[in-house]
């Protein structure tokens, strides 16, 4: 609980100081400064169709993978891997929406999610299995396994995937059949929306009250404490969250496929992936916080395209914004003197090796520190 | 197969490989002292748009120079967050990658307009080396080549002593490993991460301005196109030395070269393959080594300096 | 200043050599140090004595520039300095010598000891000086060896070797022979005179009475942060000591005594109950090295079984077989269903620090727990174990990190001993905790053992081992066998196969 509500006093400062900061280079850059922020404002919340059209549906694919970086980073896994993971996804996906018969409808549609699943997951897999096996750091390949994701979504859209036409690197479109239905007429609001907002809660709930979501929280917390005094099988809870948090990330992508562009193409994602990490971040790793973090940044998204046809402001701007937006955050965790976020991303690793202790532990000058409380 | 395929696709591999050899070794130093910078890719556009800029008044060697010198700006906005205030390495430089990224798009518009007119600026050339650069395959690719590929294989021997021979090299390699020894040892753990980050951001704004000044010739939003992960992938490869990081460079080089000698063959193989290449062998290679051994100790921890 | 006639060794400089005035530190409402006085003379041993947490290495790190006094004053020779760092420590002559070695693993000796130099690198050169200052000191070590390769010993000789080669004037020593075998401490002692006739100061940390007063010219002694008595060694007996330490004599620290109380195994012919064997039980570590060695051992319920080892003699490997937390490479192993463990490394391997003390209790068995959490149950049961075992805390929904390290080891023994578990096994239970802490810990190991639980107590403190223990057995070289419960015995068959 403590949480959300930091995580709801991050929003407010992530909100005002990004404003704050893209008024100044607004200003700086000699651009109209209430003009342009006008013209945000109405790219993103203007009105019920801009708002379900363009914030919503911008923030679903960073929703997605923002809850697949906090899933693994609550595991104690770094996966920086969401972009290539949410890629993987979409490819799979396409390949399987574009390969059904249209008379398969929703279920085909469902089919092509659950292809998404499986390729997100398998590509984490990977990841997980050359940390797990090889001590291969996850920081380092899942970083190379985003530009090889990249390159073969490159490939499968000049080769096997590649329209009829053979026009451009891009797919067929996949049949208004299997799509994801629209959940309000007139708007491009889909239901993959709905899911990302119900993935956020159900794993919300998932790690705050199950047990095997709460072994996966102490798992990332202290991987030596979970399996010594708890007699929790770390290797096989971190791999599941990997492949879970692959998972997620791949359904994002199997989302934006045919909900969102309906084809593949190289250039799919923006940099969901990346953006996921401040979206996790800004919701100190709660899920349901994300769904909040996830609309800041969505909102910033669709506001920029707007700001950009309005005001002529180039949208790069935002992304000054965005990561104006995570270094504040950590700056004010600096001033703050507090650990909040940084606390609970744990670095633990995988579990050490076996072997004998150090002959002594950081708990004795610790305890040299606080055993006068004790006493008072 | 005739020769001149062979040599352009060696002067090819090497050009390629030679901003990836700036930002790997400057990273190389960086995880050496025990931070990884994942900003790299921010200070190499930065670079690019440094480069780019300072040429087209002051000449190519100023652009150069200022190039370096905006990495070396952006990697002290990494050093500020990441080791003054300690925070979470890979999220800072996520952030500064960010901010690269999206500030050179923004003040390319502003400077030189919202066509993103196509701004070509004064370029680096070849310089040969007489007699040498005649040598059959192998001449033009290691003897005709612009300023900033000699300034890079220069760097490599130096960076080598510094790391290995010098007190300051082995203050440095200590930190990566065990920042408290070293505190311990009277050695300022975070003022040597802070140096070896801004050599990172330097190193890295070369490989930018190497890019714009001695290949492309101008800028183009997100260019650095992820040049700044290739130079991590390549320091892991490279078993985070130096000497190693100059093969892996080469070997990355190569790969992208591949689809030149390729289209001068005339084969239709398609290129994502041999740019997806080298990271697989990068993976194959750090599973078959188990990596994690030779990484430095306390490469990305939190706090490492212990205050 | 005019030495008592009764100091056994004059040490006759007339301005100290280091002098700490007043020292005042806070770590946010605690006080660490109030108003501490240190002087420290050319040529004298000078042992800086207290329990746990009373301040002697918040006070030697200021000396050695690893931390800031908030008020006070640090003269050296007299001149009034600030020392904002190690590095300026040292320019002073002052080295250190800390509890958690600073010594980079992956370096070689040389490596090491040139680290932090300000001369140019040449690691012949350095090899070369830590050979001529081996062949003084009587301190030997291979130059060009791995310093993680070194046990725990020779690495402690790389420390003090590295504060030689810097000219090192003034050597504080924090606990150096907590991690040596007797017959190590008797040689880093005999060296600290040695220095120290040489002209030189060394300040020893230590709890260990007698150990020290064999080389010590003076004593200080700290209790919570103050200086309570600086006097000659000759002037002081162990027992005026251990009255100072602890605060008007109201605790005998002389251990041994607690043997009156132990309990007395059930002698009424009847057989004792076996719930934990152990038969013919080898482990080896992950390079292939047996580090335990066809180990045979039955412990009954109702008995505490003291194990007694130097450092990296099998016990670590013993006592996780015994906890179920390793499987052997070979043998057999019998274990009751439920076993507490609690192991000497709190924050690695028994707690999570982030997480509140509710979910620290439900760590056990987390394992396999099925379904929901029932955090309401487990918030009754956590606030059970906190009444029980006296944890001090302003909930059960606190963080464990807000806890001292007393009220954690409280918890941790408490979630282990509340499902009642048919055996317990403890790995230096009260390590870095202070007197009341370490009293309550004892209790509630006799009272486990008392209630039918089979102990199994390993200390690296003997005479913790003999206190406690209703028999002993000792590890060496991978090998347990039993010895009697006589003190110079057992402290014989530790050194005897010692590494």
Redesign the interface.
């Known amino acids: 609980m403590r949480n959300v509500i930091r995580a709801a006093g991050d929003l407010t400062l992530a909100g005002v100081s990004s404003i704050g900061m893209l008024a100044l280079?607004l200003w700086l850059?000699?651009y109209p400064v209430g003009d342009s922020l006008s013209a945000l404002w109405r790219g993103a919340f203007g009105s019920w169709s801009v708002l379900a059209s363009g914030t919503l549906v911008r923030a679903t694919p960073m929703l997605f993978a923002g809850l697949a970086v906090a899933l693994a980073f609550r595991a104690g896994i770094?996966n920086?891997g969401a972009e290539g993971q949410l890629l993987t996804g979409a490819s799979a996906a396409a390949a399987v929406a574009i390969t059904l018969p249209a008379s398969m409808g929703l279920a085909g549609a469902a089919l092509a999610l659950c292809a998404g699943v499986l390729a997100g997951g398998l590509w984490a897999a990977v990841a997980a299995v050359?940390r797990q096996?090889?001590?291969?750091?996850e920081?380092?390949?899942t970083?190379?396994?985003?530009?090889?994701a990249?390159?073969?979504t490159?490939?499968l859209v000049?080769?096997p995937l590649q329209e009829a036409t053979r026009t451009f690197p891009q797919s067929d479109m996949v049949d208004a059949a299997l799509r994801l239905p629209r959940l309000v007429a007139g708007t491009r609001l889909h239901a993959g929306v709905a899911l990302a907002i119900g993935s956020a809660l159900a794993l919300a709930w998932f790690l705050?009250?199950?047990?095997p979501?709460?072994?996966l929280?102490?798992t990332g917390?202290?991987p030596?404490?979970?399996a010594?005094?708890?007699?929790?099988?770390v290797s096989r809870v971190s791999l599941l969250a990997f492949i879970a948090s692959g998972a997620l990330a791949g359904l994002g992508g199997a989302v934006e496929v045919t909900g969102v562009t309906y084809a593949l193409y190289e250039n799919l994602s923006p940099?969901y992936g990346?953006?996921a990490?401040?979206v996790a971040?800004l919701a100190r790793l709660n899920p349901s916080a994300a769904i909040g973090s996830a609309l800041v940044f969505g909102a910033l998204e669709a506001g920029a395209s707007a700001m950009q046809r309005d005001a002529?402001v180039?949208?790069?701007?935002?992304?000054?914004?965005?990561?104006?937006v995570?270094?504040v955050l950590?700056?004010s965790?600096?001033v703050g003197g507090k650990a909040g976020w940084?606390?609970?991303?744990?670095?633990g690793g995988p579990p050490?090796?076996?072997?004998?202790?150090?002959?002594?532990?950081?708990?004795?000058?610790?305890?040299?520190?606080?055993?006068?409380?004790?006493?008072? | 197969m005739t020769a001149a395929p062979l040599a352009d696709f060696l002067e090819a591999s090497i050009r390629s490989a030679t901003p990836l050899l700036f930002a790997a070794l400057g990273e190389t130093v960086a995880e050496r002292s025990g931070v990884i910078n994942v900003g790299l890719e921010g200070a190499i556009i930065v670079g690019c748009l440094a480069g780019l800029a300072t040429s087209t008044t002051l000449g190519p060697e100023a652009g150069l120079l200022a190039a370096g010198l905006a990495g070396v700006a952006i990697a002290a906005i990494f050093a500020i967050v990441a080791i003054g205030m300690a925070a979470d390495q890979i999220i800072t430089g996520t952030a500064i990658t960010m901010l690269g990224l999206g500030l050179t798009g923004t003040l390319y518009r502003v400077l030189y307009g919202d066509s993103g007119a196509a701004l070509s600026a004064p370029t680096l050339e070849p310089l040969g080396v007489p007699a040498l650069e005649q040598i059959p395959v192998l001449g033009r690719a290691l003897f005709r080549q612009p300023l900033p590929t000699y300034l890079a294989l220069a760097l490599v021997p130096a960076v080598w002593w510094w790391l290995y021979r010098t007190q300051s090299g082995l203050s440095l390699r200590a930190t990566g490993e065990n920042p408290a020894a070293a505190l311990a040892s009277g050695i300022a753990p975070r003022r040597i991460q802070t140096v070896a980050v801004l050599f990172g951001g330097l190193c890295g704004g070369l490989a930018g301005g190497t890019l714009v000044l001695a290949q492309v010739g101008t800028f183009a939003e997100g260019m650095s196109a992820g040049r700044g992960f290739v130079a991590i992938a390549i320091v892991a490869l490279g078993r985070w030395n130096p000497v190693g990081a100059m093969m892996a460079a080469l070997l990355f080089g190569m790969a992208s070269a591949l689809q030149f000698l390729f289209q001068a063959l005339s084969l239709d193989v398609p290129y994502q393959i041999f740019l997806a290449l080298p990271y697989l062998l990068t993976l194959v290679a750090l599973a078959l080594t188990r990596g994690r051994y030779a990484a430095p100790a306390a490469l990305g921890s939190r706090n490492g300096a212990a205050r | 200043m005019v030495l008592p006639p009764g100091a056994d060794r004059a040490v006759t400089t007339a301005v100290p050599r280091l002098a700490l005035e007043s020292i005042t530190r806070h770590y946010g409402p605690v006080v660490a140090l109030d108003e501490a006085s240190l002087t420290l003379r050319a040529g004298e041993v000078h042992a800086l004595l207290g329990e746990n947490g009373a301040g002697k290495s918040t006070l030697m790190k200021i000396a050695f520039g690893l931390e800031q006094p908030d008020r006070g004053t640090i003269r050296i020779d007299g001149t009034s300095v600030t020392l904002r760092s190690p590095r300026s420590a040292m320019q002073h002559g002052i080295g250190m010598v800390q509890q958690h070695f600073a010594l980079v693993d992956a370096m070689t000796v040389a490596e090491n000891v040139a680290l932090g130099s300000t001369a140019r690198l040449d690691l012949d050169e350095v090899a070369t000086q830590i050979r001529a200052i081996s062949a003084a000191s009587g301190l030997v070590i291979d130059p060009d060896a791995l310093v993680r390769d070194l046990p725990v010993g020779a690495q402690q000789r790389v420390e003090i070797i590295k504060a030689l080669s810097r000219e090192t004037s003034i050597l504080i020593l924090d606990e150096p022979t907590a991690v040596l075998a007797p017959q190590e401490v008797a040689e880093l002692l005999a060296w600290t005179r040695r220095f120290a006739d040489g002209g030189g100061t060394v300040v020893l940390i230590a709890h260990k009475l007698h150990e020290v007063l064999r080389v010590a010219n003076r004593v200080t002694v700290l209790r919570r942060g103050r200086v309570v008595l600086t006097a000659p060694a000759a002037e002081v007996t162990a027992r005026s000591l251990a009255d100072a330490m602890l605060g008007g004599g109201q605790h005998t620290p002389d251990t041994t005594a607690r043997r009156d109380v132990t309990h007395t195994l059930p002698g009424d012919g009847r057989q004792p109950r076996p719930v934990l064997e152990l038969r013919n039980v080898t482990v080896r570590d992950a390079a292939g090295v047996e580090r335990l060695r066809a180990a045979s051992i039955t412990i009954a319920a109702g008995e505490v079984v003291g194990i007694a080892a130097v450092e990296g003699a099998g016990q670590h490997e013993l006592l996780r077989v015994m906890s179920g937390r390793l499987h052997p490479s070979s043998g057999e192993v019998h274990l009751p269903p439920a076993i507490g463990f609690v192991p000497e490394d709190r924050h690695r391997e028994a707690v999570v620090l982030d997480a509140t003390l509710i979910e620290n209790v439900a760590l056990r068995g987390a394992g396999t727990r099925r379904g929901l959490m029932a955090w309401t149950s487990l918030r009754t049961d956590t606030e059970a174990v906190m009444a029980t075992r006296d944890v001090r805390a302003e909930t059960a929904a606190v963080m464990m990190r807000t806890l001292s390290g007393g009220n954690q080891q409280k918890l941790v023994l408490g979630r282990e001993l509340a499902s009642s578990p048919q055996a317990l096994v403890v790995e230096n239970p009260t390590r870095g905790l202070d007197i009341l802490a370490t009293e309550d810990v004892h209790t509630a190991l006799r009272a486990a053992r008392d209630a039918g639980t089979a102990v199994v107590v390993y200390s690296s403190d003997l005479d913790e081992v003999l206190a406690l223990a209703d028999r002993v057995l000792v590890v060496t070289g991978g090998q347990l066998r039993a010895v009697g419960h006589d003190r110079e015995a057992v402290g014989r068959a530790m050194l005897a196969g010692g590494s």
Not at chain 1, 133 to 137: A, S
Not at chain 1, 352 to 376: C, I, K, L, V, W
């Open positions: 280079l850059s000699g770094l920086i050359l096996r090889f001590g291969v750091l920081v380092i390949s970083i190379m396994l985003n530009v090889i990249l390159n073969v490159g490939l000049r080769g705050r009250a199950t047990a979501g709460f072994r929280r102490m917390a202290n030596r404490a979970a010594s005094a708890g007699g929790i099988d940099g990346y953006t990490i401040a971040l002529q180039p949208a790069g701007m935002v992304g000054v914004v965005e990561a104006c995570i270094l950590v700056a965790e600096w940084g606390r609970s991303l744990n670095r050490q090796q076996f072997g004998p202790a150090a002959p002594h532990d950081d708990a004795a000058s610790a305890a040299d520190r606080s055993t006068s409380e004790a006493r008072a």
